[in-house]
Each structure stands twice: as C-alpha cells, then as structure tokens.
C-alpha cells in the first residue's frame, strides 16, 4: 500500500475507535444529568444510586475518549502536516477552543462529580454532572466547527505563503453545515446512550433482579430514546441531507448510487452499486421519493454522478453507498423500535412485555454501528477533497513519513486498542454483574486495610 | 504579536511540566516510596481528581501551537514522528492504569498496573526531556521546512543527529530527576506517616544528583549549541533564569532539612518554570532552530499565523485561560490537605 492509503487508514481506524467513546459519553452526560434532576425533585434514593451507577461507566469510557482522543490532536501534526500547515490558522482555532473552553472544564468538574459526592451540597454535586455535560457537548461543538470547515469552508482567506487564515470569527462558528451537522450529531450521541441505558434497564428485568433501577434506565432509556430517533430523522437528518445535496452533489449521488441524473428520482432502498457497469444490482426502489426527499416535490430532476468529472468521484463509491444505507436502515429500525416502546410504556405494559425486551437488550450495539457509517459517509462523502474544493486529500498528508514508517504505527494502534478493548469489555461486564447496588471498591476495600 | 504568542505557548507549556510533572513524578517514585498497600492506594488519591486536568495542559499547549504557529506544528510533529507515537502510547498506558487499577478485584492485576504505572510516568518523563532537548540543540530542518529525525543515528550532535545523542540523553536525566523531585516533593506534602517520610527521604537523595546534573547541563548547552548565549548577550535580563534556577535549588535544600514540603514544592515549581524559561530565552526568536543547514530555521515570522486568526484568537484565549485558572482553583481548593484524611467515594 502507498503511504497516502496508509496514513488515511491510520486516522480513519484511530477516529472511529476513539468515536467510540465520546458518542457514548456525550449521550451518558445528558441522562446522567436528568437521573440527577430527578433524585433532586422527588428526593428518591434510586435516582443517587441509578446516577452513581451510570457514573461509573460514564467514567471509564471518558477516559478511554480521553487516552484514544490525544492520538487524534496529534495526528494532525504527525501524519497529515500539509494539511495542518495550510489549514492550522483556520481549524487550528477550534481544536485550541476544544482544549480551552471543554477539556478544562470537563476535567475538573469530573474529578468533583466523581470523588466530590461527600464533599458538595446535593445542589453543588448537581452542578458538578452538568457541567461535565455541558464541556462535553462543547467539545463536540468545536470539533464539528473544524470538521465542518473541511466540509464546507466558509469565511477564510488564502494568506500569499500559501495558508489559509479565518476572516470572519463568527462566520466561522456560525457556519450552517456546522450546527447541521452537530444538531444531526448529538442526537446520534443521544441515541447511544439511551439505546445502552435501556438495554442495561431490560437485562435486569430480563434477569429479575435489581428491577427498580431496571425500570428506572428503561422508562428513561425509551423517552429519551424515542425522541432522539425522531429527531435523528426528522429534522435533523432531513435538513443535513437537503443542506449536502446544494453544497456536496457528489456525495449525494453517491450516497444513493444515482448514476444518471434524473427527474423523480427514486429512492434505492437495497441494492449492490456496479460502478464499472454504472448501474444498480437487485434494486428495491421507490420512485420519486428521492426528489421528494431532497427538494419537496415528486418531479424535482436530482444530480446524478453523470454530471460531475469523473476526478472528482468520491474515491470509494461502493463504501459510501453502504454507509449510507446501513445509517439510514438502522435509523428507521430504531424509530420503530423505540415507538413501539414508548407506546407500551404509556400503556404500563412494556415492564412485563418480555418479547420486546429481548430485542431492546439486544440492540445496544447498533447505534455505534449506526454513527461510524454515519461518519463515514460524512468523510467518505467530501472525498477526493480534504477540504471540499480546496485541498485533496492527496495534498494533505506527511511526505516524508513513508509508508513503511506509518504501517509500524497503525499495527501498534491496533495492538494497543486490542488492549483497550479487551479491558473495556471485562470492566463493563463486571460493572453490570455487580449492578447499581454493589458497594463502592475503593470504600469498602479501605476498610479492609484499614482493619 | 508574535512575540506575544511565543510566550503564551511557552507559558502553557510551562504550566504543563509544572502540574502534569508532579503526577507524574508521583509515577517515577511511586514504586519505592509507596510500599503497602494502602499507601499506594493515598499516593493515587492524591492525584486522583487532578491527573487529567494538569494532562489537558498537554493538549491545550498543542491546540495553541497549532493554531498560532501552523508551520511549526506541522514541523515539528511529523519531525519527531515516532516519539510522539511512543508518547502515545505511553499515555493511553498510563492513563488506564491510573483508573483502572481502583476497579482491579484481583492483586495480581493491582501489581500489574502499578508497574505500568511507574514505568509509563518514568519513560514519559524521559521522552519529554529528550523531546526539548532537541529542539535545544535543533534538527536538521530542510528548504520545505519539514525533516525526519530517526530515534538514533551515532550518538553525536552535529549535522545528522539523532532523537537520542549525548546532549539529549543529559536532557532525558535531567527531566527525569528534576519531575522524580518534584513528585516526590508532592507527595511529601498530600500524604502521611512512613509514606511521607519515605517522600521526602527520596527527595533529599535525588537533590544533590539533581544539582549535578542542572551544572553539567548549561556547559553541554552551549557545547551542543554554540550560539545559545546570543540572546544572553544581547539582553542581560535573561540572566534572571539561571539565577532563579540556583535560588530554588537552594530553597528546596534548606525547606528539604526543615521537611517543609509546600515551600520545598514552590521551589521546585520555580526551578521547572526557570529552566523551560531560559531555554525558551535562548531559542527566540527560532521556535525550531535548524542545524546543517543555515537559514532553515522554523521562526516566529515564519510559522506565525495570520493577523485576524491571531487577534481573535487573543480574545477568547484570555477569557478561557481565566476560566480554567477558575476551575483549577476550585478543584484544588476543595482537595486541599492531605489526601490520605479525605472521605472519597460515592454517596452522603
């Protein structure tokens, strides 16, 4: 493989690793927050123990977001220092902010919100999860203002050295694909952790044990849940998707495998693309619902991939088309899941339904498959662009790391997140054998020395 | 303006050795200091709740560098390849065995992280001296502004160096003894009993091995690099670093005879904040200097970033950099004290 493959692999494998966490953090922050809005109105003692209990997983995958994210920042610098040099005075901003306005006062209000329980008010420990909800959602704020710029690079100017600086500060925080997507992004967050928290919630009661906080993740796991699907489709992804087809055509057809521009489109819900032969195999469509989709009428003619150069293709069509679909398939899985939930719940019934827990419990990794294929359409979309427009990607990259030099380093990664995910699985399994009413290690196991 | 930026990366960068490195001088000592137990368990509580927020120095320093400084960061990072990836990897390691060895039921598995712990801080520390002394002594910088520096070559400075020669081996010690000083210092001040003996016993034998090699280090300086007293010349008023250097050296030795631990950690703070500021007066206006090739040094003018990235960049630098002091001051004013007395864990 050349270096230029091998360097795209290595931040493509490091970012979705790391995505990992932070989908499942940024959505764990928001319930963990509700938990403890609840514990401070009704005074219940399930609400403290549910909010620890969560808090405890929410911090093991904080820091794995944390350890896996570092990777992120510097490979800026280290594999792809063309593109830092270019673009670092305009991304460059966001990813300083990141640091400034979120890792701060995430870290410190962790520490409180972990160890500081004794040490605050009921209010003060309140604050403490909010604010540690709050850096987090702004860390993903900045980061999708430097991604959106890639996307759609708004407000810049070229500097005569060849670099691009901001012109406009707002313009650039203010950049519409940039709330778009983080609107369509957080959402995707949310559904993570609500999916995880109700999954969680169905084993115990699956199981018959710890059935007051089981119910307790799935009541607020399918409410937040099934607001969240919604709001995944419509109108977050509906607006994104409108928002790409004006601003990112390619990607678009891309997406749909429209080969040939076409009035009422239709909507190819399954099917294997031939790009050679430029068609669609096995194709289950729909007619006109892909101009409908995108411009709100049946007749609308929708840009095929037969109106823009072929060097200028998102270079690898086929995974595009399959990120696309496997996002959007499951985000409809998830809405019907979700409804046919939440309508069990209004009708009190979804504690003693064991058919539709089985499938809740199940579910809980489809919404980290759901997000990666989103991303992955967001990325393999812009391609062969590194900054849509501006820069390819082949441009971007660090000449003088060969490919050799890169291939040492993904191996390491892969070894050292093997790792990562080998002690991830064995600490949450524990986690969730224990249950929220096991007793704190670090307490108990003082007081066995201490006797 | 960009002088101006020059010393706020400086400063935040400053700011990183003089926090992250108490944690992780705790990480160098920790394995023949704490021996028990439960004196590993305080160790780790006293850095507990801050490890990751002296860490987010690290990577607020590098967010800065990027944006301000682009060419440099571009650089410098693809330069020095792959010890930062081993830097890395030495910081996911460390990372999980400071959480994860508190969920550990197992002592075999508490054991286990407790040596990666140590070993990780230790190599870190190491790396991050080798990593400055580099830029010291420089790299060979080519027309692009881009190099590659392989992790050896012959052991010698000159115009093919390597990540490791002499200059920066010295450069790997002296971190290593100065971040094990001021970790045990820290120590000595957050915990108790034979734990804080032990401390400070530690840092009263690292002092004079730390005086040592500090002494070596400046004339291994100018031998590395001969025109690092340039600066020096021209404005006298750097003097004022190697003076504070001496100066806290000697407070840390008379607080270390009167075992007080808070001023022996201020000096040392001061002797960590003077070093980096005298390097960083010896290097400006290069941020990267360039040996074998002259004229290729990456430079303040060079690498700076454009006028309207940095005047906006300075409004919300100030206002964020004042909100983190605030929260530093809240997270360290609520675990004041010793940490081995503090109540920890969940629940009223």
Redesign the interface.
């Known amino acids: 493989m050349d270096a230029l493959t091998l360097h795209r692999i290595h931040f493509a494998f490091t970012i979705t690793y790391h995505y990992l966490f932070p989908q499942l953090t940024m959505g764990l922050a928001l319930l963990i927050v509700v938990l403890k809005t609840l514990s401070l109105k009704s005074g219940k003692a399930h609400y403290?123990v549910s909010a620890?209990f969560w808090?405890k997983i929410f911090?093991?995958n904080f820091?794995?977001g944390?350890?896996?994210g570092?990777?992120m920042?510097?490979q800026?610098?280290?594999?792809w220092?063309?593109f830092?040099?270019?673009?670092?005075?305009?991304i460059?901003?966001p990813?300083?902010?990141?640091?400034?306005?979120s890792?701060?006062?995430e870290?410190?209000?962790?520490?409180?919100f972990?160890?500081?329980?004794?040490?605050?008010s009921?209010w003060g420990h309140w604050a403490a999860a909010f604010l540690v909800f709050l850096g987090s959602w702004i860390s993903g704020f900045f980061i999708i203002v430097a991604n959106a710029w890639m996307q759609h690079p708004v407000a810049y100017?070229l500097?005569p050295n060849g670099?691009?600086?901001?012109?406009s500060?707002w313009a650039l925080m203010l950049n519409p694909w940039a709330w778009l997507e983080y609107a369509h992004n957080m959402s995707g967050a949310v559904i993570t952790g609500a999916f995880v928290m109700s999954s969680v919630g169905a084993l115990y009661l699956l199981q018959r044990r710890d059935e007051e906080c089981g119910r307790t993740f799935l009541k607020l796991g399918v409410i937040v849940g099934f607001l969240s699907c919604a709001a995944q489709i419509f109108p977050t992804g509906d607006l994104h998707g409108k928002y790409m087809a004006k601003h990112q055509p390619a990607a678009i057809a891309g997406m749909e495998g429209l080969f040939h521009s076409e009035k009422g489109a239709p909507l190819v819900v399954m099917g294997q693309p031939d790009f050679e032969a430029e068609k669609i195999d096995n194709p289950l469509a729909v007619n006109k619902v892909l101009s409908f989709l995108i411009y709100g009428t049946t007749a609308a003619e929708v840009e095929g991939l037969d109106q823009i150069p072929r060097d200028q293709w998102p270079s690898t069509l086929p995974l595009l088309f399959y990120s696309y679909h496997i996002m959007a398939g499951l985000g409809t899985y998830f809405v019907a899941l979700m409804a046919l939930a939440a309508w069990l719940l209004w009708r009190g019934k979804l504690y003693e339904s064991r058919w539709i827990l089985w499938p809740i419990l199940l579910s809980f990794p489809l919404p980290y498959i759901a997000n990666t294929a989103g991303w992955m359409c967001a990325e393999i979309g812009r391609q062969p662009w590194l900054v849509y427009g501006l820069i390819r990607t082949s441009e971007g990259y660090?000449?003088?790391?060969g490919a050799g030099?890169s291939l040492f380093?993904l191996l390491?990664f892969l070894g050292?997140y093997s790792l990562?995910s080998i002690?991830w699985i064995v600490?949450l399994y524990?986690f969730i054998q224990e249950g929220p009413q096991a007793p704190?290690?670090?307490?108990s196991?003082?007081s066995v020395?201490?006797a | 303006m960009g002088t101006l930026w020059f010393w706020i990366v400086a400063l935040m960068l400053i700011a990183y050795v003089i926090l992250d490195g108490f944690d992780l001088g705790v990480g160098i000592v920790y394995l023949l200091v704490a021996k028990t137990e439960r004196e590993r368990r305080d160790a780790l509580r006293a850095i507990g709740p801050v490890w990751d927020g002296n860490e987010v120095w690290l990577l607020a320093s590098g967010g800065t560098l990027f944006f301000a400084f682009p060419l440099l960061y571009a650089s410098a990072f693809s330069g020095f390849y792959l010890p930062l990836m081993i830097v890395l990897w030495l910081l996911i390691l460390r990372g999980i065995s400071i959480e994860l060895r508190g969920h550990s039921h197992v002592p075999l598995l508490r054991t286990f992280f407790d040596g990666l712990f140590s070993v990780s801080s230790t190599f870190l520390t190491i790396f991050f001296g080798a990593a400055l002394a580099n830029v010291i002594r420089g790299v060979p910088i080519g027309s692009d502004g881009y190099f590659f520096l392989p992790l050896w070559t012959n052991w010698r400075v000159g115009p093919h160096p390597g990540i490791l020669d002499w200059y920066t081996v010295i450069g790997a010690v002296l971190a290593l003894l100065a971040v094990a000083l001021h970790g045990s210092l820290y120590l000595a001040l957050k915990t108790e009993g034979d734990l804080e003996q032990r401390a400070f016993n530690q840092a009263r034998r690292l002092w004079p091995a730390m005086l040592t090699v500090t002494l070596l280090s400046l004339p291994a300086t100018v031998l590395a690099r001969p025109n690092s007293l340039q600066n020096y010349r021209t404005h006298p008023m750097a003097f004022l670093a190697p003076v504070v250097v001496i100066a806290s050296l000697a407070i840390v030795f008379i607080a270390l005879r009167k075992s007080a631990a808070l001023i022996a950690l201020m000096g040392s703070c001061f002797y960590l904040a003077a070093m980096l500021a005298g390097a960083a007066a010896g290097l400006f206006p290069a941020l990267l200097p360039s040996v074998g090739n002259e004229g290729h040094d990456v430079t303040i003018s060079r690498a700076l970033a454009g006028p309207h990235t940095l005047r906006v960049g300075l409004v919300w630098w100030s206002l964020g950099i004042l909100l983190a002091f605030m929260y530093f001051s809240i997270v360290y004013w609520l675990f004041r004290g010793k940490a081995s007395q503090q109540e920890e864990g969940y629940g009223h």
């Open positions: 403290d620890r808090a911090a093991v820091l794995l944390v350890v896996t570092i990777p920042e510097f800026f610098g280290t594999n220092s063309e830092s040099r270019r673009t670092g005075g305009v460059g901003m990813i300083a902010m990141e640091g400034i306005f890792f701060f006062l870290s410190a209000f962790l520490g409180l972990l160890f500081g329980e004794k040490r605050l009921r100017q500097l670099v691009f600086e901001v012109s500060f660090s000449k003088h790391i030099t380093t390491g050292m990562l002690l600490l524990n704190d290690h670090h307490a196991g003082q020395t201490a």
